[in-house]
Structures are given as C-alpha cells and as structure tokens.
C-alpha cells in the first residue's frame, strides 16, 4: 500500500521558517518523481514544487522560488520542503503527492497546515 505522511506543518510569523517533511513507503522511492502542493482556503490545488531522482533536478511556482527548497533523502523514502521568508499570502495546506506536476494519476498524503499570521 502506498502512503504518504506530511508533518512539520504550524503557525509562524510572516518572514518565518518551516521545513515541512513526507515520510513514504510503498512504492519505488528512488526513481519517483516527488511534487508538493498546497491548497488555500476556497482555492484550488496550487503547485509549488517538484523534486526529480535526486536533489539537483528541481522545480518551482514562481511564487515560492527563492524563498522555498525541496529536497529528497532516497534512503529514508523522505522528501523536505524548507520553507524561508514565509509570507500570509503561503498559507495552506501542503501535501506531498507521487509523480510529476502534471500527472494526472497520483496517490497524496493528507496534509499538514500552514498558517503564517502575525
């Protein structure tokens, strides 16, 4: 069974920092592509960034790009994404899913919540 857990999600001050982690298991970590998500409230899903094979193959909205960095450790089944310089505007629930950003077929973990507020 493939599952995907999102942690590390919580309330900071905008120019705050997070590190949001997925733990996995299975599937075949090593040669998947990783994406991360997030949804604020009465949006849509926004894509934020997706990881390849290994760390230096990376992708991200323009919106986070600068600020944002994902990062996979393949032994552990592990992706990261850091967060830096949150802004309001970042809240949402994030949540990792399999695949690329525009796959249509995919398996996503529930997410975790972040709430950037002063």
């Known amino acids: 069974e493939v599952q995907l857990v999102e942690s590390g999600g919580d309330m900071v001050q905008p120019g705050g920092s997070l590190r949001l982690t997925c733990r996995t298991s299975?599937?075949?970590?090593?040669?998947?592509?990783m994406t991360w998500v997030r949804q604020a409230p009465g949006k849509g899903p926004e894509w934020v960034s997706t990881?390849?094979?290994?760390?230096?193959?990376?992708n991200y909205a323009d919106s986070v790009k600068g600020r944002f960095t994902a990062s996979r450790d393949n032994a552990l089944k592990t992706v990261y994404l850091q967060m830096n310089a949150l802004k309001p505007e970042d809240t949402a629930l994030y949540y990792c899913?399999?695949?690329?950003?525009?796959?249509?077929?995919?398996?996503r973990g529930q997410g975790t919540q972040v709430t950037v507020s002063s």
């Open positions: 299975g599937f075949d970590f090593d040669t998947a592509l």
């Open positions: 899913r399999t695949g690329g950003r525009d796959n249509k077929i995919f398996v």
């Open positions: 990881i390849g094979f290994n760390t230096y193959i990376t």
